[in-house]
């Protein structure tokens, strides 16, 4: 993978700026707004199944504190470092899990979402999945990009995440490179482990890179040629995409240009219309949760080269892929 024919807009945990995050509703409706790709995180249940979550935690995003049969679930962990409580995917099993409802994670910014609070469960990748190979036409296929969290650690052992996902893309018959699963993750011993399990001809995979000092010397020339060798594309913030081209000096390449030298592809993260998410300039009013100018965010991007638009609100991005691609005609 180097160049896309064209810029992908993937649908952030479906189109969360418009219905909950990972439920049904919000893929599909991310598909109905253009999405090309669907992006379920994916954690492990204590029986090892992959559900589809942001975080293990569940408190944010379910009805997990209204279930006083859980109640002796809660309990903290450190995670990512950080010492944080609540109730967790990995002490739960699948079936448990099944009784629990989404809710709406950001309340007071999407306070609109929250009309649709307990309508839905928690998906699995499989239903994931399946839900995007049924909404697939012969003229537009709908792929996953799933984001593989960093295995979490269970009564001392960690969870086999690498050998769950392998063999739940064997079962679903996603685990070619033509495939309608790609696999992202900011654990790059995982995505090895799983190009190991795989093999060259297995699902393409992106690696996340985050805002930390790991992720400046992921986007070094040699950092960049490293993860060549066993992924097809990047996925670096906006942040860091923006500042790469605000740095770069006349005639020397930003961080998209490396890349594409690197021969891979680059997926930025995560594009949000909520003027708390935006930079000053692409604000309309003063209010957090307002609306600023989305698209220009998405065209600005677009027009520094990259190949996909990880996005809360899909229908933005496909609104600047159309008017950037209409100006290059």
Not at 10 to 20: F, K, L, S, T, V
Not at 28 to 52: F, K, N, Q, T, Y
Not at 120 to 136: D, H, K, M, P, W
Not at 233 to 251: C, D, F, H, K, T
Request: proline letters at 5%; a negative charge; charged letters at 25%.
């Amino acid at each position: 993978m180097t160049r896309l024919p064209r810029p992908v807009v993937i649908g952030h945990r479906g189109a969360p700026a418009y219905r909950p995050e990972h439920t049904t509703a919000s893929f599909e409706l991310a598909i109905d707004l253009g999405a090309d790709l669907i992006e379920p995180d994916v954690v492990v249940s204590r029986d090892g199944v992959l559900v589809v979550r942001h975080e293990s935690e569940l408190s944010l995003s379910t009805d997990v504190a209204e279930h006083p049969e859980f109640a002796d679930r809660h309990t903290s962990k450190v995670v990512d470092g950080e010492l944080c409580t609540g109730w967790f995917t990995e002490d739960f099993t699948y079936a448990e899990l099944r009784t629990l409802r989404a809710v709406e994670r950001m309340p007071a910014l999407r306070p609109l979402n929250t009309a649709y609070d307990g309508r839905f469960g928690i998906l699995t990748l499989g239903e994931v999945v399946e839900l995007a190979r049924c909404r697939s036409t012969a003229d537009r296929q709908i792929r996953v990009l799933a984001e593989l969290k960093s295995p979490e650690v269970v009564d001392g052992d960690a969870l086999p995440l690498g050998a769950l996902v392998a063999e739940e893309l064997r079962r679903l018959g996603a685990d070619r490179a033509d495939g309608s699963v790609l696999i992202q993750s900011f654990d790059a011993a995982l995505l090895r482990e799983l190009r190991a399990r795989l093999g060259d001809g297995g699902p393409q995979m992106a690696q996340l890179i985050d805002d930390v000092p790991t992720g400046d010397a992921m986007t070094t020339p040699s950092g960049l040629r490293e993860i060549s060798t066993y992924a097809q594309a990047i996925a670096p913030s906006r942040e860091r995409v923006l500042a790469s081209a605000a740095a770069a000096r006349p005639g020397s390449g930003h961080l998209v240009d490396q890349a594409h030298a690197a021969q891979l592809s680059v997926f930025v993260w995560t594009l949000r219309a909520e003027n708390t998410f935006l930079p000053a300039h692409l604000r309309r009013g003063d209010a957090p949760e307002g609306l600023g100018d989305a698209v220009g965010d998405a065209a600005e991007l677009l027009g520094l080269g990259v190949d996909g638009l990880i996005t809360d609100s899909p229908d933005h991005a496909v609104r600047a892929r159309t008017a950037v691609a209409a100006q290059l005609v």
